[in-house]
């Protein structure tokens, strides 16, 4: 499947978004926070990017060193996005969880590795999962 714009929401709807990408690739973390969220990520371009509910339906959250901002819904409290500065990631990002894509599956999409955990970046991605342990 090539870009194409793609809708998705959390749990209950009250945050719905928009975005441009390939959902046969996508991307997983091993960071404390993707780890504990469970999150399948694809990074686009803010451009590629809307957010189709007002900012009121949000809650954010974000840890030290400051990377990104998420986002969650505020009712349900699933987390839906992040947006970044990274510059091993090209500057401004926005980090969308696949899961809240509409008729997303995990098992049609080709999976690559992040080593969040040990701020690694630069290592980029890699196509098995990086331990957790150091």
């Keep these: 499947m090539s ?40 990074i686009v371009k803010p451009a590629a990017f809307t957010l189709l509910s007002p900012e009121s339906t949000l809650s954010s959250h974000t840890r030290t060193p400051e990377i990104g901002h998420r986002y969650f819904c505020a009712r349900c409290h699933v987390f839906c996005f992040s ?33 969040g955990r040990h701020d690694n970046w630069n290592a980029g991605p890699r196509p ?5 342990a150091s």
């Excluded at 098995?128 to 957790?132: C, E, G, L, R, Y």
């Design 3 to 42: 870009d194409t714009r793609h809708h998705g929401s959390c749990l209950c709807g009250d945050v719905e978004l928009e975005v441009e990408l390939d959902l046969t690739k996508g991307s997983r973390c091993n960071c404390t926070v993707c780890t504990k969220l469970g999150v399948t990520g694809s």
């Design 83 to 115: 947006k970044g500065r990274l510059a091993e990631l090209g500057g401004d990002f926005v980090s969308v969880n696949l899961n809240c894509i509409d008729g997303f599956d995990v098992t049609r999409t080709e999976l690559s590795f992040w080593d």
């Design 128 to 132: 098995t999962p990086w331990p957790i």
